[in-house]
């Protein structure tokens, strides 16, 4: 039972050639075993008319000599194995008395004798055990009374042989065809499943964002299925476009207001004033916490590599003069041929969230290092601040957990940034930093955790 799953994602090719390869293990030898039944009952028919013919030869050349009261042969059947002693060729008259009559092949042995009106055949032991294949029938020779039984045998060794013969070749060609018959299966398979591995590259390539959409150049039935995905593909596109700009749009339409009602709340007294500001700020940091997520594009998948540090140049840039106004020193470690597959505003985004909330916490000093692995990057950002205690850094990570009720004041960057990266299938670890304070670890696959998974981290 284990072998069934793995039949079941079998590829087309192979289970194109395994059903092909079942036909042929049952037909092959089925019409051998035909082939081999149809022609052993000819060649035996055609030995036994070869029998038949010599029993009549014997029984006209047999006389009875009334003079010596003894049966005659007039004269050679023509085949000197008749004269050769013990040669497997035989031939006999008898009474089943005294009178008997045989050929010299027979020397001082005797074929059985069973009494047969008409013609019978059958396999005996002859002399010196050779198998022999025996016609014999009674006749009536004036003028004896009593019937004579004449017999003729000849060995089966050439009829065997034949027949060996014939199998072998027979064997020997039906495996010649199998193997000519799946080779050309083989090649039919794969020219046949050519366009389907066309279809399986162009999709290879639009995930990889190689490329935006399949090419349509294929059969009938394909086309139809690579034009309804290319349908799908252009307007998930049309959505995410029209999604980023909604989202800013709606984040803008937003301030507004929320700047009219902090405005209003100043004027107001305590503590009424705390209360209505407090909820401003949970209103303020959940409209960007959703609007960070609305604007995510996702995945690794559909996006062309991007260098990580041609793209984080900018937010380098601005959170530098940040951090020298605060007298922190931002350092990075990107090299420069590390690359994602992911939307340059996302990786944007979740790094500016990871640095801002190390600038707020860090006494001195906060460092950005990336690395890429097989499968996937390494991104981590150390600081120098407080950090969070063990028991903080597991209730983050518990399922469910919001990292903002963790660590009041810088939950919502933190939040964002594990949201992106779950929408990229990438995963996130806190840790207690050599500097002294937090180390918070992204990685990031080349391709979604469905076919790869982050490997142990190994510091030093």
Known sequence: MSRLPSLARASLATRLLVAALLVILVSLPLAGLSLAHHFRASATAAFDERLAALLNVVIAEVRYDEVEQRLLHERSLGDPRFEQVFSGWYWQVSDGAERVLTSRSLWDQRLPVVPSSGPEVRDVTGPRGVPLRLIERDIRLAPLEAPLHVGVALSREALDAELAGFTRLLGLSLLGL???????????????????????????????GDAERLDTRLPGELSRLAGAINAVLARDRRLMERARPAAGNLAHALKTPVSGLYTQADGLEEPQRQRMQAELRRIDEAVRHHLARASAAGEAGLHRPIRCLEVLAPVLEGLGRLAERRGIRLNHSLPEAMTLRMDPQDLQELVGNLLENALRWADSRVILAGRSEAGGSWLEVEDDGPGMSEAQRRQAMARGARLDEVRSGSGLGLAIVADLVALHGGSLSLDRSRLGGLAVRVWLPTRPLTEAGPPDRQDG
Do not use: T
Request: net charge positive; charged share 15%.
């Open 178 to 208: 199998a193997l000519l018959l799946l080779v050309a299966l083989a090649a039919q398979v794969r020219w046949a499943l050519a366009p389907l591995r066309r279809l399986q590259a162009d999709l290879h390539a639009v995930e990889n």
